[in-house]
């Protein structure tokens, strides 16, 4: 009813100051959901809980006997060994549903991974498990498909990213709505979380296990902002590198 009567011409009287007044409140009225909509409201920030059960290997040990088993286990690891990695496939759970995947750059960790680790005389070689070939993504399955490359450890590397929209200080005068296509009033956030763990193939002793994140922040216009996958995949490669690191140096560890 208040659009119609808003639309309606003979309701207003165009000789009166007051009206042009009022067509052009009702008009902010009528559109600042529209605005707000766009614009987004404040930060809600990102549910650490929700990425980080994404990012998990294994559940965890639930009994005396499981812990027992897991003590029993030793290290058997040759020097140099043969390295093994495997990216999990993205979950995506949770209330965000950006989509990401591991692109050829990301899976470069392995050459730079083996690179380093080479020199240090740690490694013998480092190649990389193809989806296909594991049955299902538990741990056994990958193990398994580690064992017929005749890899002596596995990496197991997963993923998980959520995008976080919001207004800045100058947001409020997206209730003007003509402001949305010139003023940098809305934030986008992306926070991704890395994990890997290195295991032994034969008897499944867990060597290292490492997290890591990246983020990536842009201040833009509410109508013309980057996509959500573009800053994920910032988010992402940045979060890949602090990892690389982690699992250098954990392994370098090894050694000693």
Request: glycine content about 6%; proline content about 3%.
């Amino acid at each position: 009813m208040a659009i119609k009567n808003f639309f309606d011409l003979k309701q207003v009287k165009t000789t009166s100051g007051g009206v042009t007044v009022m067509i052009l409140k009702n008009l902010i009225l009528l559109l600042l959901p529209f605005a707000l909509a766009v614009s987004g409201c404040a930060s809600k920030g990102f549910n650490r809980g929700s990425l980080e059960e994404q990012i998990g290997v294994q559940k965890p040990v639930v009994n005396e006997k499981e812990i027992k088993d897991i003590l029993r286990k030793k290290p058997n690891l040759p020097k140099p060994f043969k390295l093994a990695v495997y990216f999990k496939r993205p979950a995506q759970k949770g209330h965000d549903k950006t989509k990401w995947r591991w692109t050829d750059q990301d899976k470069d960790l392995i050459s730079q991974v083996s690179k380093e680790l080479k020199l240090e005389n740690a490694i013998s070689e480092a190649f990389p498990i193809l989806g296909n070939l594991v049955v299902d993504e538990d741990l056994k399955s990958i193990r398994i498909a580690a064992a017929k490359h005749g890899a002596d450890a596995v990496i197991i590397v997963d993923g998980a990213g959520e995008m976080d929209k919001y207004i800045n200080s100058w947001g409020w005068s997206y209730i003007l709505l003509i402001t949305t296509a010139f003023v940098p009033g809305s934030e986008s956030d992306a926070l991704f979380l890395t994990s890997a763990s290195m295991w032994d193939v034969r008897n499944e002793y867990l060597y290292l296990s490492a997290e890591a994140e990246g983020k990536s922040n842009e201040t833009h216009i509410a109508l013309f902002g980057s996509r959500d996958e573009d800053l994920i995949e910032k988010a992402k490669m940045a979060s890949l590198q602090n990892l690389k690191n982690e699992i250098i140096n954990m392994i370098k560890g090894l050694k000693k």
